[in-house]
């Protein structure tokens, strides 16, 4: 079955720890990206990439990096710097040179204290 | 700019009520339109999409949406509503030929009994 994996479902750190939240997709997309939730403030992008090796940032970048060096994969680095990381956060992907709609992995509950 | 307005963060249905959710759009150019449905601790799922053919689209779960240019808007409606219905529901908006979507702040479904 194609599909965008997150992993893993929950996870737990201390604060000023580094975590990485990983992102595969197997729907050969072009395009991927990173979206923090909270609740009342829908979506909010992080970063997204085109293309491999490639990337931009987002509306809240600040305290996030990723990196695109296959394809399939764009995982995301939560930095010490991130002041409040505590989040829902998503992974998309989509088809681009169509209609762009996305398709969105499971989610990580990051709980950081 | 494109943005997308949700009216309501909530709405409450009984079940076997006409659903109605509200999205006003802004785009300068012809928009992508979506709607996105989201479970409890799950990812994003597609609904439907406007994408410049009909104007009137259907979607799954017996929703349909209407494209309605000179109101800029692209309201999300199901004529009897269903206890599976609860969710939260994602208005978004692509400009043509933008990859990056803007979202809604969304709007949660109750259905009551």
């Known amino acids: 079955d194609g599909g965008i994996t997150q992993s893993p479902k929950y996870l737990f750190r201390k604060e000023g720890q580094n975590v990485t939240l990983s992102c595969e997709q197997n729907?050969?997309?072009?395009?991927m990206y990173w979206y923090r939730q909270d609740p009342g403030q829908g979506l909010r992008l992080i970063y997204y990439?085109?293309?491999?090796?490639?990337?931009q940032k987002g509306d809240i970048a600040e305290g996030y990096s990723v990196s695109r060096e296959k394809k399939e994969s764009f995982p995301l680095t939560v930095t010490s710097a991130q002041k409040n990381p505590t989040a829902f956060y998503l992974c998309?992907?989509?088809?681009?040179?169509?209609?762009?709609?996305?398709?969105f992995g499971p989610g990580t509950r990051l709980t950081v204290t | 700019a494109q943005s997308v307005t949700q009216l309501g963060s909530h709405v409450s249905v009984s079940e076997g009520a006409l659903v109605l959710l509200r999205c006003n759009y802004s785009?300068?150019?012809?928009?992508?339109l979506f709607w996105y449905v989201q479970y409890p601790n799950q990812g994003l799922q597609l609904l439907l999409k406007?994408?410049?053919?009909?104007?009137l689209v259907k979607g799954i779960n017996g929703f349909e949406a209407e494209f309605k240019k000179s109101e800029t808007s692209f309201h999300l409606t199901k004529p009897s509503a269903h206890m599976s219905d609860a969710a939260e529901y994602f208005c978004?908006?692509?400009?043509?030929?933008?990859?990056?979507?803007?979202f809604g702040r969304g709007t949660s479904l109750i259905v009551h009994p």
């Open positions: 998309a992907s989509s088809i681009t040179g169509i209609s762009y709609e996305q398709y």
């Open positions: 406007y994408t410049s053919a009909a104007t």
């Open positions: 978004a908006v692509s400009e043509g030929g933008s990859y990056i979507p803007t």
């Open positions: 729907l050969n997309h072009d395009a």
């Open positions: 990439s085109q293309i491999v090796n490639d990337f």
């Open positions: 785009s300068s150019v012809p928009p992508y």
